[in-house]
């Protein structure tokens, strides 16, 4: 696969949030937020085609653009991690980051199985939940202990709190938490 084969193995992970796949990860949750308002109001409006449909396939769309945004968020993390290491002689796959990648792995599993039985049990309860998780897996997961990371942390566990509290907040809240994610790229550049 690599066109050097005497990399040299390291115990660092390489999968780390930081510079243009923050930026990404910002992108990518503005544009499905946005396409989950859409359809939604869509879903709604008595001229829209979408208000032909079932409430169920407005959901199954919905839910699909979250599964799109996860694993668009996973591999901008893996393939830039991958050209770090690349770049550094350090090879990708190594214990740690094998270990963490199985974390990430079981964690994502786990948090769509909740996500459901919330969004299940109460829709209201389906975006505090997704934002209270990715705030306490992003802090299970700092490895670095920047303080920015942390901030970016806080603001997910705030804004989960306060969706929880006024549900109409979720899409400001959301849109909120791309640009967190897109100032976090900008300012942690290198």
Same mark, same amino acid.
């Given at each position: ?22 930026? @990404?990860? &910002? %992108? /990518?949750?503005?544009?499905? +937020? ?6 939604? $109001?869509?879903?709604? #409006? ?53 270990? @963490?990648? &199985? %974390? /990430?792995?079981?964690?994502? +599993? ?6 459901? $039985?919330?969004?299940? #049990? ?55 938490? &791309? ?12």
């Amino acid at each position: 696969m690599a066109s050097n084969k005497n990399l040299t193995t390291k115990t660092a992970q390489n999968f780390i949030l930081k510079g243009f796949n923050s930026i @990404q990860i &910002g %992108l /990518y949750i503005l544009m499905g +937020i946005y396409v989950i308002n859409a359809s939604i $109001l869509g879903f709604i #409006a008595d001229s829209n085609p979408l208000g032909m449909l079932s409430i169920e396939i407005i959901e199954s769309i919905c839910m699909f653009m979250v599964v799109l945004v996860v694993f668009f968020s996973m591999f901008a993390v893996f393939f830039s991690s991958r050209r770090a290491a690349r770049k550094a002689g350090v090879a990708v796959w190594n214990a740690a980051s094998k270990k @963490q990648f &199985g %974390l /990430y792995t079981i964690a994502v +599993i786990l948090g769509g199985f909740l996500l459901s $039985l919330a969004k299940n #049990a109460e829709v209201n309860y389906a975006t505090p939940f997704f934002l209270g998780y990715l705030g306490l897996l992003m802090a299970l997961f700092n490895s670095q202990r920047k303080k920015a990371y942390d901030l970016l942390v806080a603001i997910c566990l705030l804004l989960a709190l306060v969706v929880f509290i006024i549900p109409t907040y979720w899409y400001s809240s959301l849109l909120i938490l &791309g640009g967190s994610f897109f100032v976090y790229g900008i300012a942690n550049r290198k």
